[in-house]
């Protein structure tokens, strides 16, 4: 599967009313389209410790 490198903007809100923003993110993605539910999980484990 090819690598693709993609840059967005998002916004997360969260249930306790706190939230997280990223602009410009660049973030490398399997293939060459992603649903929301994947990029989200990308999203938490690029934050994630190493």
């Not at 490198?5 to 997360?12: A, L, Q, Y």
């Not at 939230?19 to 484990?45: C, H, K, M, P, W």
Request: glycine fraction near 10%.
């Amino acid at each position: 599967m090819t690598e693709k490198r993609v840059c967005f903007d998002f916004e997360i809100d969260f249930s306790n009313g706190d939230g997280i923003q990223g602009q410009s993110f660049r973030l490398n993605i399997d293939g060459e389209t992603i649903n929301d539910i994947a990029l989200a999980a990308y999203i938490v484990r690029a934050g994630s410790p190493k």
